[in-house]
């Protein structure tokens, strides 16, 4: 999803193919051995195969809303909240949601440690509308869908937390344009199909 956006809000047509994780292409696996999702692959043949690194690359080329130069703060203290993300808050996400996958994990243990980087996202949200001021930024759009999938394990208890800030925040990027674009679901992509193109402008 992180990958997606910054591909459509850069407004760069890519030649998308849906991957199954359990039945992986061979050509994905031969482009990045470590064989996780997204993958791209430039014309001049060079590959990203993470999806922060997708998001830059796509905005270095156009950033049409400035998500690389935060309104309050700056680029390298938004990277270090997605770092923040990406690091701890998707380990205890990962624990809390799937809990099952893991051995001697209690899942409401995870969901409580993940609640201190929520507070940190709050403390901000209730503050300014975006993490880094009135305009999203780069960190807005790198983090929300780790956001939404905490809230949607168990969305009763999202909804009765007292992160009024975080909740309009999430609502509001769920309500957008841009959400609903990449939430469109593709066939899994099959060797001879016809080239599926994703990414356009939305203005
Ligand atoms: N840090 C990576 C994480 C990518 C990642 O873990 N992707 C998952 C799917 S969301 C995956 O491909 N897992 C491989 C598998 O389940 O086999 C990124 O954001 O690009």
């Known amino acids: 999803m992180r990958a997606r956006l910054g591909l459509m809000h850069s407004g760069i047509v ?13 050509h994905m696996i031969e482009l990045s051995a470590k064989a ?30 400035g998500w690389l130069a935060p309104e309050q703060g700056s680029l390298n203290a938004a990277l270090a909240l997605i770092a923040q993300n990406d690091g701890d808050f998707k380990s205890h996400l990962d624990r809390y949601k799937y809990s099952g996958r893991y051995e001697n994990v209690e899942a409401l243990d995870h ?10 996202l709050e403390a901000r949200l ?28 168990d969305k009763a ?14 609502e ?10 990449i939430m469109t679901k593709y066939p899994p992509w099959a060797d001879g199909d016809e080239a599926v193109l994703f990414g356009h402008n939305l203005d």
């Open 14 to 26: 890519c030649e998308l193919r849906e991957v199954v994780l359990r039945n992986k292409p061979a």
């Open 36 to 65: 996780t999702v997204p993958v791209l692959q430039t014309i001049a043949g060079e590959v990203i195969d993470e999806s922060l690194d997708i998001l830059l690359w796509a905005l270095r080329q156009n950033d049409p809303d």
């Open 111 to 120: 969901r409580a440690q993940a609640e201190v980087f929520l507070k940190d």
């Open 126 to 153: 209730s503050q300014t509308p975006y993490l880094f001021g009135h305009n999203p930024c780069i960190a807005d759009r790198a983090i929300a869908p780790f956001v939404r999938q905490f809230a949607h394990v």
């Open 157 to 170: 208890w999202f909804d009765q937390t007292p992160y009024t800030g975080l909740k309009r925040w999430l």
């Open 172 to 181: 509001a990027f769920l309500a957008g344009p841009e959400f609903a674009a």
